[in-house]
Antibody
Framework: QVQLQESGPGLVKPSQTLSLTCTVSGGSISSDGYYWGWIRQHPGKGLEWIGYIYYSGSTYYNPSLKSRLTMSVDTSKNQFSLKLTSVTVADTAVYYC???????????WGQGTLVTVSS | QSALTQPASVSGSPGQSITISCTGTSSDIGRYDYVSWYQQHPGKAPKLIIYEVSNRPSGVSNRFSGSKSGNTASLTISGLQAEDEADYYC???????????FGAGTRVTVL
């Protein structure tokens, strides 16, 4: 059973960079046919796709976040990461990492981590 | 890209069947069979319950079923149970650069 776990600071100051890491266990991040995504949920709101990355390093980003977003993968650690620059209070959300696969579905999710942007 | 349209809430009594609609456009639901549904209990991560319009992942109850007609997808929960009380989100692949588009979510209440 694949498991994912997000980690990173729960509090980020405005204009700074939000950095999160997702550690994958129970399976290899280098498995063919899968990609590794981030989805966020603003407090009391719906889900928003942020982007995803393949183990090869190819990335696909939500155009609304693309200019501030960088994703990376570390196959040696079975981890992938997200960096979002120049954050504002509007970036306050629960951030989930998830495994994506065929049919554009996310079948395994991390528990989520709340990131608050505040001075 | 606007979100997929879902009713804000749907309710039903135990044992009843309810249906949640998810309306998109000819660029997403109407074009692709890549519609998924997620169930989210309060404070928990979303859980995949339907993919490719009508397929259930292993371990998901067969009380959950999905369908699609034109630009609208639907999730039906039959034999409603107290544990089904949760938020439900639809999502679709889209031909726009956004790739993924989510619905705003439907709160299911078991009366």
């Amino acid at each position: 059973q694949v498991q994912l776990q997000e980690s990173g600071p729960g509090l980020v100051k405005p204009s700074q960079t939000l950095s999160l890491t997702c550690t994958v266990s129970g399976g290899s991040i280098s498995s063919d046919g899968y990609y590794w995504g981030w989805i966020r949920q603003h407090p009391g709101k719906g889900l928003e796709w942020i982007g995803y990355i393949y183990y090869s390093g190819s990335t696909y980003y939500n155009p609304s976040l693309k200019s501030r977003l960088t994703m990376s993968v570390d196959t040696s650690k079975n981890q992938f990461s997200l960096k979002l620059t120049s954050v504002t209070v509007a970036d306050t959300a629960v951030y989930y990492c998830a495994r994506g696969g065929s049919a554009y579905k996310f079948d395994f999710w991390g528990q989520g981590t709340l990131v608050t942007v505040s001075s | 890209q606007s979100a997929l349209t879902q009713p804000a809430s749907v309710s039903g009594s135990p044992g009843q069947s309810i249906t949640i609609s998810c309306t998109g456009t000819s660029s997403d639901i109407g074009r692709y069979d890549y519609v998924s549904w997620y169930q989210q209990h309060p404070g928990k991560a979303p859980k995949l319950i339907i993919y490719e319009v009508s397929n259930r992942p292993s371990g998901v109850s067969n009380r959950f079923s999905g369908s699609k007609s034109g630009n609208t997808a639907s999730l039906t929960i039959s034999g409603l149970q107290a544990e089904d009380e949760a938020d439900y989100y639809c999502t679709s692949y889209t031909s726009s650069s956004t790739q993924y588009i989510f619905g705003a979510g439907t709160r299911v209440t078991v009366l």
